[in-house]
């Protein structure tokens, strides 16, 4: 029931061809939703995530340490 919520934040483990894809346009569909970290290996990656979602985005090398994140 996310209607009923103010906001969500998730953590998107990777960041590849298929997130970008099939998640990020449902996801910025939604204003419930905030993207608030990204798990990407590559630093490419990572600041390719920051450009996508035009916010000071946490950015992680392992997604462990997004898990441990406790604001996602």
Not at 12 to 27: D, H, M, N
Not at 46 to 65: C, G, L, M, P, S
Request: hydrophobic share 45%.
């Amino acid at each position: 029931m996310l209607h009923s919520l103010s906001q969500v934040n998730i953590g998107l483990i990777g960041f590849g061809k298929w997130a970008r894809e099939a998640y990020v346009p449902i996801l910025r569909e939604l204003p419930q939703i905030n993207v608030a970290a990204v798990a990407a290996r590559s630093k490419t990656t990572q600041q390719f995530a920051k450009e996508t979602f035009n916010r000071d985005i946490a950015v992680y090398n392992d997604y462990h340490d997004l898990l441990s994140n406790a604001d996602v």
